[in-house]
């Protein structure tokens, strides 16, 4: 029994009846019960994946919700048969002139 004190810590529990398998926590280096050691799980879609870390409960990581895709609405259902209104034009309104129009007076105009 005197070699487990060498690794004996506060998070060892020996019963010298049923002893167990002792472990390494891949965080923290410190020596767990092997029983003890927990899967650090993490979001990788919208599913928890095992990072391959087995950790001890003091070092264990909650999952980051912010690793999930976001939640996204389904986009709007389309017209069948679209009837787009027609731009009202005003009659007191002056109508911009075409391009025909514009290269005349352009034409017409004396450039010094």
């Not at 004996?8 to 767990?32: A, H, I, Q, W």
């Not at 690793?67 to 389904?74: E, L, M």
Request: aromatic share 10%; hydrophobic share 30%; charged share 25%.
């Amino acid at each position: 029994m005197s070699w487990i004190q060498k690794w004996k810590s506060k998070y060892v529990k020996v019963n010298p009846k049923n002893p167990n398998g002792l472990g390494v926590c891949d965080r923290s280096g410190f020596v767990f019960n092997h029983k003890d050691l927990v899967k650090q799980m993490e979001w990788r879609g919208n599913n928890l994946v095992w990072t391959g870390l087995m950790v001890g409960p003091p070092f264990l990581d909650k999952p980051s919700e912010q690793n999930r895709p976001p939640i996204v609405k389904d986009d709007p259902k389309t017209l069948k048969n679209p009837r787009l209104p027609k731009d009202y034009i005003s009659p007191d309104s002056n109508p911009a002139p075409n391009n025909k129009e514009l290269t005349f007076k352009l034409n017409k105009v004396r450039w010094n």
